[in-house]
């Protein structure tokens, strides 16, 4: 087993930023007074959460009242479609591609869920008829979400036209983003004019886990999640976590001020990495084709499917190669389960078997991509070499 660690499993989590690190420590040791309190110890942790809320406006484009500190990104999903729902006792909608955090809460909620086309995009047409079907029907849409950004095959949706089917179709219908995957790739800027709901969430651009932000655009919409303290301006009760804010802050800060460079910088890493795998092994789909002029797709997301293997047994050797990466979005056990993002978008079983997501960040360096490509060529052939010849 390897000593050095390949990391390229940076859409299930980054390492965090040394600055963000750096700014949390005296929020642990030294101003640890609970912000909710009346004294001047209270008000100095008060003070780093103030102005921890006017840098994500800034990145975000929105007013600082208008900036909700939550627990994690899964927390920010839910708050926004279960508010959504508690609120106006209609039905949320949402893409058969969007991450469980969403997609379990619609259904559970008997929401609706609406196809996507072959690059995990949430097929326009298909929204427009399911609402309009609502509609038709009698039933009040809540509210619609839709991811900015695929957590595993890194397809850009367009927020904007999306938002643009709700307004036509649904007029009083909320609109949601699951933009946890966007800040590193993404302006947030031009996506949340176009969106009522949005959330974040700082483990994915070098931030601690453990902090979600969710954007209330134009003031309280939803019923809040968690009640009980009256924190966040009753929006999200619960003593603040105020050195993970702190240091969420400003993680996204140093993504937004480097996201150009880094997007540049990435995209050659990436493409590197894809075009060695499928130069140097047979029968390798890059998932969603870089050539397709249709298609935006992050610079961080290297997601392809090998034939002649399963992703169980490739992510075990590549483990011991020292190589970290994924096949699907990481779940609580670490156990494998089927993609239903790849079966969403119509990919073969058999091909979808063969998935790996590789996902690349703020740390990637060039070794990295050598080192990687390396032993997943190896790890692809030994297992291979392994599997006997059809007759």
Known sequence: MSDRIVYLDSAAST???????????????QVYANPSGSHRFARQARRAIDESRDVVAEVVGVRPNEVVFT?????????ALSGAVARTGGVAVCSAAEHHAVLHVVESLGGVVVPVDRNARIDLDALASALDGLRDAGRAVAIVSVMAVNNEVGTVTDVADVAAVVRRHAPGALVHTDAVQAPSWLDLRAISPHVDLLALSAHKFGGPKGVGVLIERGGPQIDPLIIGGGQERERRSGTHNVAGIVAAATALQLTDVERVAENARLTVLRDRLVDGLVNGLDDVIETIPRDDPTVTKVAGSAHVCIGGVESEALLYLLDEAGVCASAASACASGAMEPSHVLAAMGVDREVALG???LSLGHTTTDADVDEGLAA???AVTRLRDRTPAAS
Do not use: F, K, Q, W
């Not at 390492?15 to 963000?20: D, L």
């Open 71 to 79: 627990g994690c990104g899964t927390e920010s999903d839910n708050t």
């Open 376 to 378: 997943i060529i190896g």
């Open 355 to 357: 998935a790996l997501r």
């Open 15 to 29: 390492p965090m930023r040394p600055e963000a690190v750096e700014a949390m420590m005296p929020y642990l040791d």
